[in-house]
T-cell receptor
Framework: DTAVSQTPKYLVTQMGNDKSIKCEQN?????MYWYKQDSKKFLKIMFS???????INETVPNRFSPKSPDKAHLNLHINSLELGDSAVYFC???????????????FGSGTRLTVV | DQQVKQNSPSLSVQEGRISILNCDYT??????FLWYKKYPAEGPTFLIS?????DKNEDGRFTVFLNKSAKHLSLHIVPSQPGDSAVYFC???????????FGQGTTLQVKP
């Protein structure tokens, strides 16, 4: 009955590897997001998709590529991982592209990525 | 350039007293403000929001106040309970971009 689920929860990998994080929501929401929480604890948006269409693409290295096969899924693929990519990555969803005005986002529990 | 700031990294309050968490913003185009609560190893959960056309919104023990002239909002928790101990994030949105901009969070500790 998990609303927004992301896997894996923890990911430890070596520099230079390619990895993916998966996200699925069963809320029927139209919009999904990837946020990154860095070492200073700021939550910053990376991407958002509305009905499989990319609508937000912040200044993120092109080693990061989101993929949305359908509106219930938004995966994040990262190529050539670097030490600075270590962070917690949160997937989220909202009712519509208006950021769920007043309803907020529903977040997944996060994926802690550690690059060694 | 951080548009949403929470200048107090932590706050400690006695159970039963009021907790006041503060948030400042710089962009006058923000039209919605939200508060999220986060426990360790979990994602943030939506707590309460306020539209920029209002100055107060209340939901049970939680009240958010908005002062647009000062570009400041606050979250009041009364009475505070130990289960309220968590990190609280302030967030703001503007336009129809679907983008929430978050502050860096304030860790609230409610002591029994």
């Amino acid at each position: 009955d998990t609303a927004v689920s992301q896997t894996p929860k923890y990911l430890v990998t070596q520099m230079g590897n390619d990895k993916s994080i998966k996200c699925e929501q069963n809320l029927g929401h139209d919009t999904m997001y990837w946020y990154k929480q860095d070492s200073k604890k700021f939550l910053k948006i990376m991407f958002s998709y509305n009905n499989k269409e990319l609508i937000i693409n912040e200044t993120v290295p092109n080693r990061f590529s989101p993929k949305s096969p359908d509106k219930a899924h938004l995966n994040l693929h990262i190529n050539s991982l670097e030490l600075g990519d270590s962070a917690v990555y949160f997937c989220a969803s909202s009712l519509d592209r208006g950021d769920g005005l007043g309803y907020g986002y529903t977040f997944g529990s996060g994926t802690r990525l550690t690059v060694v | 350039d951080q548009q949403v700031k929470q200048n107090s990294p932590s706050l400690s309050v006695q159970e039963g007293r009021i907790s006041i968490l503060n948030c400042d913003y710089t962009n006058s185009m923000f039209d919605y403000f939200l508060w999220y609560k986060k426990y360790p190893a979990e994602g943030p959960t939506f707590l309460i929001s306020i539209s920029s056309i209002k100055d107060k919104n209340e939901d049970g023990r939680f009240t958010v106040f908005l002062n647009k002239s000062a570009k400041h909002l606050s979250l009041h928790i009364v009475p505070s309970q130990p289960g309220d101990s968590a990190v609280y994030f302030c967030a703001a949105s503007g336009g129809n971009t679907g983008k929430l901009i978050f502050g860096q969070g304030t860790t609230l500790q409610v002591k029994p």
